[in-house]
């Protein structure tokens, strides 16, 4: 019987993550850092953080939100209620030029094809920033394994959809909101509404 190929991930030693605070770090990501692993192994790995280029989408002052269904790969997140849409930045990502990986080519291609599987934009993004900062947290399990890269994009519209099972729709919702009522939030959503609602204070 063949074996099942294991999945091969991008990511980086955790040891670039050792100053940081209130989740996150100074960090920008380079190709001398990438490394690639396989994802099972990674995930009980602590001495290395998955890399996840992910996008949050707002409108009009509300950020667009879904809750993880246990038909999810990553059952520590069943049922709570994220922001980012994104996903690992697999191995069929990475392009090369010469030999030598070409880090902006290939971030592109991560985030394309993580949004074509997740979800549906109708609206047009009129605005995109990149956090200057990546989550780098490490308050459960799943946190101390990963780092976020994310990029925020405001729409013209709601015109945003769940095209996953994996991904139930909230809608759009203010980051105050989802902060102050009971809504069951991971930490990568809670630390960017923090952002989010700082944002509109400054």
Not at 27 to 47: F, I, K, V
Not at 74 to 89: C, I, Q, T
Not at 97 to 106: A, E, F, H, M, Q
């Amino acid at each position: 019987m063949q074996k099942k190929h294991q999945e091969h991930i991008v990511c980086v030693p955790a040891s670039l993550f050792c100053e940081r605070a209130n989740g996150f770090a100074d960090y920008t990501l380079t190709s001398e850092d990438l490394m690639l692993g396989q994802r099972a192994q990674l995930e009980s790995n602590p001495d290395f953080r998955q890399v996840l280029p992910v996008s949050v989408f707002t409108c009009n002052g509300k950020v667009w939100a879904y809750k993880r269904t246990p038909k999810g790969g990553e059952k520590r997140l069943s049922n709570k209620v994220a922001l980012a849409v994104g996903g690992h930045f697999d191995m069929v990502d990475v392009l090369l030029d010469n030999g030598v990986i070409d880090l902006p080519k290939s971030l592109e291609n991560a985030i394309a094809r993580e949004l074509r599987e997740e979800v549906e934009i109708t609206s047009n993004i009129i605005k995109t920033t990149t956090l200057p900062k990546v989550i780098a947290a490490d308050e459960t399990e799943v946190d101390k394994l990963h780092v976020a890269m994310v990029t925020m994009h405001e729409l013209d519209g709601e015109g945003i959809r769940s095209i996953e099972d994996a991904l139930e729709d909230i809608g759009f919702i203010s980051p105050e909101e989802l902060l102050a009522n009971d809504f069951d939030l991971e930490v990568w959503a809670r630390l960017m509404c923090e952002i989010l609602v700082s944002q509109k204070q400054n």
